[in-house]
């Protein structure tokens, strides 16, 4: 599975942003799709996930109310509707896929993006 991420950029705070993510055709079926972001010098943490076919989301507290996370399996498009920025935000972002059911670990993705830099600043 390759996956595609853009939509990332410099922007203030308060700005939205909307990112998206490519896969291979087919690579959406039966996994679980995800967003996670790395702000340097931290872990990878999580930030939304959306489970097979669609309609079961997850997010991280602190995404929660302002971030939306969406796929369209058609084109095998995973998106993530950032609203309301914050400084905290910037980090690089990653989609990732898991074919396991409501995956609640970071190892249970296999397949990675190469990432996509979120920079919000005041």
């Known amino acids: 599975v390759q996956l595609v991420e853009s939509g990332g950029g410099l922007v203030q705070a308060g700005a939205s942003l909307r990112l998206s993510c490519a896969g291979t055709?087919?690579?959406?079926?039966?996994?679980?799709m995800a967003w996670f972001r790395q702000a340097s010098g931290e872990e990878r943490e999580f930030v939304a996930r959306?489970?097979?076919?669609?309609?079961?989301?997850t997010y991280a507290d602190s995404v929660k109310g302002r971030f939306t996370i969406s796929r369209d399996n058609e084109e095998d498009t995973l998106y993530l509707q950032m609203n309301s920025l914050q400084l905290e935000d910037t980090a690089i972002y990653y989609c990732a896929a898991s074919s396991n059911w409501r995956p609640t670990a970071i190892s249970e993705y296999g397949d990675w993006g190469q990432g996509t830099q979120v920079t919000v600043f005041n």
């Open positions: 959306t489970e097979w076919p669609g309609g079961v989301t």
């Open positions: 055709r087919g690579s959406f079926v039966s996994h679980t």
